[in-house]
């Protein structure tokens, strides 16, 4: 993706209401006691998602700014892979990143059941940013 600020949504133009339900991120032992980022920046992407980035990719810095501006690091996952600016195919690879997508369904199901199942069911929610 490179690093400039995320695409634009088509959200406005879906016509089911908005999940009513607010997303508590788990906190981790690092982060107990301190500010969460979208507290110091509420423009901070908050739901769930998973950045898939190649250790080769000659945009790799860009994309690590890029998750650390516009996300929320206490509900954004990374998957590191050694490759390039491409979707993984070498088997590892792509176990990796199917291993890193059930851990978030684990993690955030009590989340996706309440919302309405969003991150499942519709390309509203990016689940995964490359």
């Not at 995320?6 to 107990?32: G, N, V, Y």
């Not at 490759?83 to 792509?94: E, G, I, L, R, V």
Request: charged share 20%.
């Amino acid at each position: 993706m490179g690093g400039g600020a995320p695409m634009p949504s088509d959200m406005a133009e879906d016509s089911r209401p908005l999940p009513t339900t607010s997303f508590e991120a788990p906190t981790s032992s690092a982060r107990k006691g301190q500010t969460s980022e979208a507290e110091v920046n509420p423009e901070l992407i908050t739901i769930p998602t998973l950045h898939l980035h190649g250790l080769e990719d000659h945009y790799l810095e860009s994309g690590r700014s890029q998750l650390h501006s516009y996300y929320d690091l206490n509900v954004s996952r990374l998957c590191e892979i050694d490759y390039h600016h491409a979707m993984p195919w070498a088997k590892s690879d792509t176990e990796q990143l199917a291993n890193h997508i059930r851990n978030m369904y684990d993690e955030f199901k009590p989340w996706l059941w309440m919302s309405g199942g969003y991150m499942t069911t519709s390309a509203r929610v990016p689940l995964l940013h490359c």
